[in-house]
């Protein structure tokens, strides 16, 4: 080979040796960078709860050892966050299908118990005995699996066996407290003898959240509603993680009226547990209730719902649900038939005037879970939808179930229309509501009258609202509420201003408006005016004069308009304002004599009396009103922080 062509030879083996080290270095180098980023939003991801993100992330690892492990460790924290939250889909991911035999058994413990508390929930009585069977002599917690064999006979209707079966066992620590909450659920036709299993189990668990949720079920039942919302309260904070001590609280606002609050209840739960359920159950009873959430939603990392969260929170402020929602709700298992989704779906189609889609969602198989939302509200809808589109509203009803029987402090609509569905109206009566239900007003009116009143206000288009003929006398008081709730004083305000004829109700509620918005001479004239008459709203209208004339030193002027009103005068209200008056004219035994009488019944008496008993060094007095007043007001931890200020000055006190 002659010199010149080996040298060229010798050369271009060189360079091409020399380029492939640097492409393996290169190749090396951008390995190495993928892999610590890989591991980096690994890191990143678990510590955020996004399971998504960080199983995505394994792609970037190249040693199969480092991904199996970092695989491994992933698995792991989303078995813990489910278990934490009771979210078994969750934790069937987590698990997966090749027997993770490397996962601490305690963990894959209680998957397969939650697995089986969920089975008895969906009434599969098959799965408990075969997974019970797989733990049996290895397993660490027995006393649940013996806990969730008696949940099993009460849930196929065996109370008798259920009860021997937990009178015979015994238990330690928080296991012996969830024992003898079940025994108090299987007495709790016997009041004393449930509040003595609970009393007993709280000995045990002073914490136990299953107790206290349950001894507020039964304070409840009782009607003792603040009582029942303390011990309700206390549940969720005693195990926040727990999504079913959420439910049961927020419900509860639901029962007692609440919305606000049930949104904001849901809207921590979201939060605590990261489950979209929950921000979307926040969502929809904050829009439909018109009052905005304290704080936005909460981030979601579930598959899905992460998605579907923000789409909620930049939802236009005027529409119920949109195409953008649904597409995403059917990545959601479950999603499109949430009852949720069922309502806001309706009253979407509503607003955009489908009627005939609407109506044929109501008239072919409402769901169940969709209507016990609202119980009535799809039939009172129904009804609307016939009668406003010209039909026989009495077609509407046929062959479906009847409202109940109308009670004496049943909203004026409400015991209208059940007397109608029940044939209880004379003709003329009948013929004037169905008139009235063929009216778009109708709507705006059922959806206030239900709770519902930011639904209400943005079916109504808010203060652009122009009745076309006369409205029931609490249309338009009802209305104004739900516009001021929604929207504020200002647009309420306008709209109430704009009408020709107002209610006696409607015209109180505007001059409250106008002292609220710095308007006091109109108001207190137009209350002045009100209180000066005979109607059911003079004591009210006078309630609010007389607070007024107290702020501006006129003690004479309060007395003579609380004492004018004999219904005003023996009432709360009515009473705070003359022991203000009494401080004010220097009788403190007048106003402590008051205050003494109302006792738990006034916010403002407690506080006094608790404020005269600490300064009277009455420690005892002192620690009863300022308890009752932590009872009243779990939520704010000043009256707590002022039990800690009595026992503090009390030992001060000690010689």
């Known amino acids: ?37 890989s591991g980096s939003t690994i890191e990143q991801s678990l510590a955020a709860g996004d399971f998504v993100a960080a199983r995505s992330a394994l792609q970037g690892l190249a040693d199969p050892g480092i991904r199996k492990q970092k695989e491994r460790q992933i698995r792991t924290a989303e078995l813990e966050k489910a278990l934490s ?36 929930q969906k009434r599969d009585f098959d ?31 065996h109370p008798e066996e259920a009860l021997k079966a937990l009178k015979a066992a015994s238990f330690t620590g928080r296991d012996e407290a969830s024992r003898l ?13 449930a509040f003595e299993s609970i009393d007993q189990g709280l000995a045990a668990d002073p914490r136990n959240a299953e107790l206290l949720s349950f001894r507020a079920q039964i304070e409840e039942a009782a009607g003792r509603v603040t009582d029942a919302r303390l011990d309700y309260v206390a549940a969720v904070l005693a195990d926040r993680k727990n999504p079913l001590f959420r439910d049961v609280l927020a419900n509860f606002y639901l029962r007692t009226e609440d919305f606000p609050a049930a949104a904001e209840t849901w809207r921590d739960a979201a939060e605590d547990t990261g489950l979209g359920v929950y921000a979307l159950k926040s969502w929809f009873w904050s829009r439909l209730s018109g009052v905005a959430l304290s704080k936005p939603l909460p981030e979601c990392h579930q598959a899905g719902w992460s998605e579907l969260i923000p789409l909620l929170s930049k939802a236009p402020a005027d529409e119920f649900w949109s195409p953008a929602l649904a597409a995403q709700m059917l990545k ?40 016990r939302v609202r119980p009535n509200l799809a039939l009172q809808v129904l009804v609307w939808l016939a009668a406003e589109q010209g039909q026989n509203p ?32 004379t003709l003329e009566e009948a013929k004037s509501f169905e008139q009235w239900m063929a009216r778009p007003e109708a709507l705006v009116g059922i959806l206030f009258t239900t709770g519902w009143q930011g639904a209400a206000v943005i079916m109504g288009g808010a203060e ?69 008459g005979d109607s059911p709203q003079a004591s009210r209208a006078a309630w609010t004069v007389a607070l007024a004339a107290l702020d501006q030193g006129d003690l004479k002027r309060a007395r003579e308009l609380t004492l004018a009103h004999s219904n005003l005068a023996e009432s709360t209200q009515g009473k705070e304002i003359l022991a203000r008056v009494s401080l004010g004219e220097q009788d403190r035994p007048a106003a402590v004599k008051i205050y003494q009488e109302l006792g738990e019944n006034s916010v403002d008496a407690m506080i006094f009396l608790s404020k005269e008993a600490f300064a009277a060094k009455d420690w005892a007095q002192a620690r009863k009103w300022t308890a009752a007043l932590a009872r009243r007001f779990p939520e704010r931890p000043e009256f707590r922080r002022n039990l800690l200020k009595i026992e503090e000055a009390e030992k001060a006190a000690k010689p």
């Open 332 to 371: 959601i298992p479950g999603g499109p038939d949430r009852p949720e989704v069922i309502w806001l779906d309706l009253l979407e189609k509503i607003r955009t005037k489908d009627f005939a889609a609407a109506k044929a969602r109501l008239e072919t198989g409402f769901p169940n879970n969709a209507n």
């Open 464 to 532: 652009s609202l122009a009745p076309q003929a006369e409205l029931p006398d609490w249309f338009d008081y009802g209305y104004a509420k739900s516009l001021q709730r929604s929207k504020g004083v200002q647009p309420a305000k306008k709209w109430l201003t704009s009408l020709s004829h107002r209610s006696i109700a409607a015209d109180l509620y505007l001059g409250e408006l106008q002292l609220a918005s710095g308007e006091v001479k109109d108001g207190l004239e137009r209350l002045e005016k009100i209180s000066a």
């Open 181 to 193: 909450a079940r025994v108090a659920l299987l007495e709790a036709r016997d009041p004393a003898k």
């Open 394 to 425: 009495r077609e509407a009803i046929a062959g479906r179930p009847l409202p109940q029987a109308p009670a004496s402090n049943d909203h004026p609509f409400i015991s209208q229309f059940s007397s109608w569905a029940r044939n209880n109206l």
């Open 85 to 120: 939250v009771r979210d078994t889909s969750l934790a069937a991911v987590a698990v997966g299908d090749d027997g993770a035999s490397w996962i601490d058994p305690k963990l894959l413990e209680r998957a397969d118990l939650e697995s089986a508390r969920e089975s008895i």
């Open 1 to 37: 080979m002659p010199r010149p062509v080996k040298r060229f030879a010798i050369f271009t083996l060189l360079a091409v040796a020399i380029t492939a080290a640097l492409v393996g270095y290169w190749r090396y180098t951008v390995v190495k960078k993928q892999a610590n980023l």
């Open 127 to 157: 799965q408990l005995p075969k997974l019970e069977e797989k733990w049996t002599g290895k397993s660490a917690i027995p006393a649940s699996w013996k806990l969730l064999e008696i949940d099993s006979l009460l849930a196929q209707g």
